[in-house]
């Protein structure tokens, strides 16, 4: 499974686990997101539809916190947004 298809399944779990909003949402290793559109292999309309999916993924993430939002990562944050 891909790093989006990850955190997208972490998501998920979450929401079967309790009905309705979330009282906690865990965002796990976001910067694993991040990092992946900076691949050199990707051309610029694959990085761009990349980008909009991971912003929609951590919306989605950020928005479904009922109480709290507990946000992890982990190394250097140089990422070019």
């Known amino acids: ?9 972490s998501l998920e779990r979450q929401d079967r686990a309790e009905a309705g909003e979330p009282a906690l949402v865990t965002l796990l290793e976001m910067g694993r997101l991040l990092e992946s559109e900076q691949d050199a292999r990707l051309s610029a309309g694959e990085r761009n539809d990349l980008r909009r999916d991971h912003t929609c993924l951590l919306y989605m993430g950020f928005t479904r916190a009922g109480q709290r939002l507990l946000v992890v990562g982990s190394g250097e944050r140089n990422w070019d947004l």
Not at 1 to 9: E, H, I, K, L, P
């Open 1 to 9: 499974m891909n790093q989006a298809g990850d955190f997208r399944s």
